[in-house]
């Protein structure tokens, strides 16, 4: 069966860094797309950052700079690395597939205050 179990989340002062991670299973994980979604309480879950097969990355503008997707097709596991974090990232933080997102995990909560 297909899950996605994310980590890493957290509490973090302003311009401070996380690395997020994502282990996948039920997938043959090297085929697929995959992204990091989040979602603000009260706002719709909105996409982050993806990573295709061939591993070429797209960050939103709002990350770019800052946030930084990667993938281990061994450990079946995409990761996101954020620095110079902003209240505005606080979320709770999921990934997926890139296309035809679901079985939704509980996703990291991660927290931007001073």
């Known amino acids: 069966q297909l899950q996605f179990v994310e980590s890493g989340g957290g509490l973090v002062q302003p311009g401070g860094s996380l690395r997020l991670s994502c282990v996948v299973s039920?997938?043959?994980?090297?085929?697929?797309?995959m992204a990091w979604y989040r979602q603000a309480p009260g706002k719709e879950r909105e996409w982050v950052a993806r990573?295709?097969?061939?591993?070429?990355?797209v960050v939103q503008d709002f990350g770019k700079g800052r946030f930084t997707i990667s993938r281990d097709n061994v450990k079946n596991s995409v990761y996101l690395q954020m620095n110079n974090l902003k209240p505005e990232d606080t979320a709770v933080y999921y990934c997926?597939?890139?296309?035809?997102?679901?079985?939704w995990g509980q996703g990291t909560q991660v927290t931007v205050s001073s």
């Open positions: 997926n597939l890139l296309v035809g997102q679901t079985n």
């Open positions: 039920g997938i043959t994980f090297s085929t697929y797309g």
């Open positions: 990573i295709t097969t061939s591993e070429i990355t």
